[in-house]
């Protein structure tokens, strides 16, 4: 089993995070400037603050507000792409190989570390922590983060109308660009272009 680090579909603005990172280590900021990414001399990460991820790109980390960090597996910071909810009565948990390790029970929560995908970028695992891992294909419910609107609006879901309500939080499995993947409704995605919105983390409390 190989695990990838998920990567925003384009390193830009206009992309919405795909997950957290906290830093272990007091880190360097670098901006784009000339076109060159250049160390902003009075701008720091502070060990122990955690920033919203945009994407991984030869070992480059780009937060939001145009914000980058070199070197970012030297770093090792965590990363946190959400949570797993157990929704079966006993689930599998295995280690790299498929061994299975234990069971977890319904309504046991875990913070997800990484996401293993394929060459096509299905999800096929997801790491609760360093040595474990649980299939796309037991009973689970994954989410990435909360979408909260500031206004209705109106999909269309299996051929009806469905009404999201402002200010409500609707939990979300994946983000692309400025698309969401509703976990609940299948093959939903919203798109939040000019929209008022707000993208909750499941890290906020």
Partial sequence: MSLNKLVSPAASSQCLPIATLTFHLNTSIYRYKNGELTKCENEHIMMGNT??????????????????????????????????????????VCNRTGLILRQVKHGQIFKVENIATNSEGTTHFYAINKHEYISTLEQIRFIAGYLLLKRNKTLVYNGKPLILEAKKPYPFSKAFGMHVLLTDYEDTWVDVNGLEYKIKSTVEK
């Fill in 51 to 92: 920033y919203p991820l945009l994407g991984i790109v030869d070992d480059i980390a780009e937060l939001t507000d145009g914000r980058f960090v070199k070197g970012i597996a030297h770093q090792k910071p965590t990363i946190h792409y959400g949570i797993l909810e157990v929704l079966g009565e006993s689930v599998n």
